[in-house]
């Protein structure tokens, strides 16, 4: 990207970001951080986690307790801090609280809904506030079938004009695909529609039964690892970086296939680890898992170790996050891949997988049960 097209926040991340990315420490800080601004939204989208509503909740953080948080979070050094919602656009002091972390020195990034909130001036005042990317939602290639998962004629239209209106703001765009057993197999023909429309990210979210998901049927085990073998093979050869999301077990396949490349046991360059993007919003070292280099603070400011796993550690209106992330018992215990059970416990690939802790939690109630959405076996 040219040095002119990067946001002020951006630019002035040059040079700073490297120092941090090498010496961060998940117990002590995370990589990224979601906060839910609001659980308000237009839309009904059948895999949604937040169950999101119409109306904003009364009991919502305010706008001072929003900056105070951010405040606490710029303890942690220079987190990316993810602003997502329901749709974040829904709360009128979104890009205060924007400009305020990214004075802070936090990463920002943006998923707002794909309604008529998106316009050319709200995408300009979000690069203006700071934020350095925009995500936005699609599942399918069609208007016909991404309408009917998001409850909402017209959705996919008003996305591509969301993306048309970021990009023009000079904002890098992402989108995220929700990806369950009904979606598995229009996954190629999204290729060509992320590369037209230049995207620098595509973060695929392998669903996890929570919130409205629930009623959707995961991918099985073996179809887990079709899709991600597809998407290891497409890495490299489009011009944007893939993201498994809730499937770290792409890591161990990653890592599987390096080494019968000879490429020798490292995972920098096999599974995005330390991709580095011109917006700052660079990729870990190391493999991020549900309390361990993240952490979720919903719109009551309730923390748990992710969206989709929903065990509250604790609450920011009582606790500070970044004495609830390194010291709440849940979150010391999801750092400690020695207590994982059944064939996560005994695998080899434990300490950079761990497999999906929110996705063994949706299925059998134990956050340190085995991924059942892993087909490997150990020895
Ligand atoms: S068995 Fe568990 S830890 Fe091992 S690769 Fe599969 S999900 Fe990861």
Known sequence: MDERTLTP?????????????????????????????TRACAYACDHCRADAQHRRDPRELTTAEGMALIDDLARFGRPILVLTGGDPLMRPDLFDLAAHADAAGLRVSLTPTATALVTADRMARARDAGIRRVAFSLDAPTAEVHDRFRGFAGSFERTVRGMRAAGDAGLALQVNTTVYADNADSLADMVPLLQEWGVVQWSVFFLVPTGRGARLAMLDADGHERVLGWLHDLTGTVGFDIKATAAPHYRRIALQRAARASLGDR???????GFRYADGLDRPMKGVNDGRGFMFISHTGDVTPSGFLPIVAGNVREAGAVDI????????????????????GRCGFKEVCGGSRARAYGVTGDHLAEDPSCVYVPA
């Open 267 to 273: 995972l920098e360059g096999v599974a995005g680890a």
């Open 325 to 344: 992330y390194r010291d709440a018992p849940l979150f010391r215990e999801l750092r400690d891949p020695a207590l994982l059970k059944g064939k996560c």
């Open 9 to 37: 926040g951006a630019r002035a991340m040059r040079g700073e970001r490297d120092g941090w990315l090498a010496r961060i420490d998940f117990d002590m800080a995370p990589f990224t951080i979601a906060w839910e601004v």
